[in-house]
DNA sequence: AAATTACGATACCGGAAAGTTTCGAAAACC
DNA sequence: GGTTTTCGAAACTTTCCGGTATCGTAATTT
């Protein structure tokens, strides 16, 4: 096991003595970390980078975090915290195509890079790996599913669809040119799926 | 620009006059990059591993491909060439369904890893990135395309369906849950994306 | 004022890995 | 046999980066 953040090591609540614990600093760092994560890619996001970035020290960020990896994963939370949720307009088409554009605007951005990123180092990093599907992947489905069980409740949508399938075949094509960038993505290609997954989820 | 092997430097044919290139430690070192591949992820994927498993010396792998990443790429041209087409069986549910059982099959085994750590490694290298669509994704997308555009021809599927994003559709699942591991890969999840995607097909 | 804790800057340590070089031996040609 | 080119082994160089340690300073409590 290993903990994503540092205690104080003796004093638990601890209003402790010193100075204390610079607050801006540590949204810098976690600034600095996102931002690096949308400009490159993982394999230039040292540490050194962050700290000169953040105009921090990395033994700032070495006694706050216990690792590079930790600093990503928070930065992640925080990153993640402010999107949007799924739309509910009591229309099963306008959800859906209002939803995947959203999710073109959000990968054609800046963010976009960041999941990549993520996606890559989740590949040889099994805490990120863990922590990206526990911060993005769950929750995005999670919400999605919800609302497709309340089209699928009130009648709007064939109650024989397995969401789990239905959910990745919604998103599998964007992140699929994400990560393959075969094609580019654009909001015909959500009005496109949108269509698409209609007729799948008819019947 | 870069070439990925490397020429000897004068002879241009060279039926040379020394000792001749022992092609089996050519294979021998293309079939240990994949092999660790397989069973590792890039990040450990180091020359000396590729040496060491190979029996053969850095210096033999460095006097013919001019980094570690060619000898990827290489191996992985190899590696894609014995993989089978897309069926024909004239039935379009039919051809979708082996085509997608024989998917999940190949992700499911070791070659599963081998193109996760591709996908992972295009993330920072642009010349794997463009390796690898074009070795595995682009040749599979004609090959899927062209079978599609025969049963559209011959009326089995809806003329007005763009097979860009259909293709995505019927891949990007399974390249979601292979990266994202949020779910595992079953040859259920391929009836299933096989059936919404014949209604996605349909009408 | 004294004690305590955090800060930024910077030097440092240790390991890992890409790529090079050296070496003696082996395999071809002339 | 002499020349050339490759081979495997291994030492080597260089670079990079994660993480630690030191130091003088700033902020806060007692």
Known sequence: ??????????????????????EEARSRILQAAIEILETTCFINATTDAIAERAGASKATIYRWWPNKEAVFIEALREAVAQEMPFPDTGDLREDIRLQLQNFVKLLTGRRGRTFKAFM????????????????????????????LERHQREGRMSKDVDLEVFIDLLYGPFYLRLMAGHRTLTPALADAVTEMALRAAKD
Chains 1, 2 share one sequence.
């Not at 096991?1 to 610079?22: C, F, H, N, Y």
């Not at 890559?120 to 999605?144: C, G, H, M, N």
Request: proline letters at 8%; hydrophobic letters at 40%.
């Open 1 to 22: 096991m290993s903990t994503l953040t540092k205690e104080a090591p003796e004093e638990i609540v601890s209003r402790g003595r010193g100075r204390p614990r610079d």
């Open 120 to 147: 890559a180092a989740a590949q040889s990093d099994p805490e990120v790996a863990e922590a990206f599907r526990k911060l993005w992947i769950a929750p995005r489905r999670a919400q999605t599913k919800a609302a």
